[in-house]
């Protein structure tokens, strides 16, 4: 009888003294979160990051415009036609960099005014051309887009790296409700045949520009054109962050093909 007693007083003692002692917290359960989903981003349009203001897109990215395609205004009748008797077989060979740093005209503050149904007069300039001339230059294919007046927004720069610093170059749409010259229509055709087959999987460019994976090195001929209506803009052009070096294009374009690469 007393063994057993003596056994009840320590199972008593010892469930007291576990009372006594503070009761240890378990771990909170391990949260399983699902994973978000994420679509591949692409050409058209991508999500702002967290350092871009709400309501603003950065420089590389774009909305794509559901705008329909109708014919252009400023400068339209001068930036789709080309002088009489202009002969693309005798263009002026420039290089592009040349180009590029080629002044503005007298009064470009006023030549989107002076000058909407003609082309800018003569003047002295490096390399002796003047608004309507046919040059031909050399540079390396960035990007193609379409416009929301049709045409094909090519961006072109001297450099297999980078597509900055670039140059705007673009051919009409050769479609007659879009271009002033039926002369020019059937070359305006032949490049636009010649990016969609050779550049972009037989494809319509992207509204917000289709980008290269491999920039080909391409030979350009196309009118001297001063895009004056950009004259003063806080934003610079260009798109896909490839920010035009200068107002002056090549517009419009009425040859193009691919071009042995320079020599490093």
């Known amino acids: 009888m007393k063994p057993l007693l003596a056994a009840l007083a320590i199972l008593l003692l010892t469930g007291s003294l576990a009372a006594q002692e503070p009761k240890k917290s378990l771990p909170a359960p391990e949260k399983h979160t699902k994973a978000p989903t994420t679509s591949p981003s692409t050409p058209e349009a991508q999500p702002a990051s967290a350092s871009t203001p709400a309501g603003k897109l950065s420089c590389g990215q774009c909305i794509p415009s559901n705008k329909p395609i109708v ?20 263009a002026k060979t420039v290089a592009i960099a040349d180009f590029i740093a080629l002044v503005d ?33 050399k540079g390396w294919l960035w990007l193609v887009a379409l416009e929301n ?31 002033a010259s039926p002369e020019s229509r059937p070359l305006f055709q032949a490049v636009r045949d010649f990016l969609r087959a050779r550049t972009l999987n037989q494809q319509e460019p992207s509204r917000c520009g289709s980008v290269m994976q ?47 690469k320079p020599k490093p």
């Open 214 to 260: 491999h920039p080909p090195y391409v030979q350009v001929t196309g009118q001297v054109f001063f895009d004056a209506h950009h004259v003063g803009d806080a934003k610079p052009r260009g798109k896909k962050c490839m920010h035009a070096a200068t107002i002056w294009e090549l517009h419009p374009v009425v040859d193009m093909k691919f071009a042995p």
């Open 105 to 137: 005209p007298p009064a470009a503050n006023e030549a989107d005014k002076l000058f909407q149904q003609t082309r800018i007069p003569p003047f002295n300039n490096s390399l002796n051309v003047k608004e309507g001339d046919l040059v031909t230059l």
């Open 149 to 179: 007046d049709g045409d094909y927004h090519i961006q072109i720069s001297a450099s297999p790296t980078s597509g900055d610093h670039c140059l705007i170059v673009e051919v009409p749409n050769p479609d007659p409700a879009f271009e």
């Open 71 to 90: 014919k252009g205004v400023d400068r339209w009748s001068v930036k789709t036609s080309l002088p009489s008797g202009s002969d693309p077989a005798h």
